[in-house]
């Protein structure tokens, strides 16, 4: 068992192994202390090399049962002096253990690349890519990956081009909102004989920001502030009250006739071009849609973050600009991606 040291880790989120019977329980405790801590061992990296250190080999159901034929050949040709008997026993035991090396180089020397995760709503299903590179000039086939915490692994495999790239796709569904840390994932490969199986773990250090999951379907934006400040102050636009403008710009399509500078259009006309040109008005009646807890309405909190972020989703699919204030948080009004990602950040976090 390789020994390496690792720095202080942050504990794994990880989901939990389902609970197991009463009979087996004692059993079940001590699995879950031994896999605890061996996974404590292995240290945290987006980027990792196998070496002989962190590949393991033992022989799988097949390989014992072809041991136990060879150990019955080896006896009858003993027995009765049968030199065939002694060819095939010893010829099958090589094969094998050729093989049994075959099975571990195709392990040894891979190179494995954590490609970094993008944020998920909690309920779905977080995309892992993984990129194997295999450096030397043959390749390597019949390799597995799987997240190391499922009850029933969904193995994906693949053969790695020699001195090429292949890139996996993993996927895993966490189970809290906020930065979840990537599950350990485990590699394997049987080939070329499947009598024995070669295995090594890896600990991702790389974390995904988990968002709340939004509430479906979510009751209308809140519209007794939509226009309101941040203290309950209605806002109101300049020129809202009257008409003033502020320069002049290229004639777009909507624009009314009185917003058109008719002397410019004469004199551009005159000079042989038909371009128009529009009065711009100093600014525009815009509604500000402040969002907090107390107007969810709910007694949980997750149930409050859930509707909250169901409303940043749909204030900015319909264009209006809208703050968030959480405890301890306020993020001013504001529209587009990254101002979105900053109030489902925040909610991600609360």
Not at 103 to 118: D, I, M, S, V, Y
Request: hydrophobic share 45%.
């Amino acid at each position: 068992m390789p020994a390496s040291s690792a720095s202080p880790a942050p504990a794994d989120t990880s989901a939990a192994p389902a609970r197991p019977s009463k009979l087996l329980r004692p059993r079940a405790w001590l699995r879950a202390r031994f896999a605890q801590w061996w996974q404590a061992r292995l240290p945290l990296s987006d980027q990792l090399t196998l070496t002989q250190r962190t590949i393991y080999i033992l022989p799988t159901g097949a390989g014992w049962m072809l041991a136990l034929t060879l150990l019955v050949l080896l006896v009858a040709a003993i027995n009765f002096q049968l030199n065939l008997g002694y060819l095939l026993t010893f010829l099958i035991a090589g094969s094998t253990i050729a093989g049994m090396h075959m099975c571990h180089a195709t392990l040894r020397g891979l190179q494995l690349h954590l490609l970094p995760p993008a944020p998920q709503f909690l309920g779905a299903s977080v995309p892992l890519h993984v990129q194997l590179t295999n450096p030397r000039r043959s390749p390597r086939y019949a390799i597995a990956l799987a997240l190391r915490n499922d009850a029933a692994p969904a193995w994906v495999w693949c053969d790695v081009p020699a001195q090429g790239s292949m890139q996996v796709q993993l996927t895993w569904r966490p189970t809290q909102r906020g930065y979840q840390r990537v599950p350990p994932i485990v590699l394997q490969t049987r080939f070329p004989l499947g009598t024995f199986r070669a295995w090594s773990y890896w600990r991702p250090a790389a974390q995904v920001l988990v968002y709340p999951q939004p509430e479906s379907p979510a009751p209308p934006l809140p519209t007794g502030a939509s226009a309101a400040g941040p203290h309950g102050a209605r806002t109101v636009a300049k020129g809202s009250g009257q008409d003033e403008w502020d320069g002049v710009r290229a004639y777009r399509r909507g624009d009314t006739r009185k917003q058109i500078v008719w002397k410019k259009a004469a004199q551009a006309l005159a000079a042989g071009s038909d371009a128009l040109i529009s009065r711009d008005a100093v600014a525009t009646p815009r509604q500000t849609l402040w969002l907090t807890p107390a107007q969810a309405g709910l007694p949980t909190l997750e149930a409050r973050l859930s509707r909250l972020t169901a409303w940043v989703l749909a204030a900015e699919r319909l264009g209006l600009r809208y703050g968030l204030r959480l405890p301890g948080v306020e993020i001013a009004p504001d529209l587009g991606p990254a101002h979105q990602r900053r109030c489902l950040e925040a909610l991600a976090l609360a």
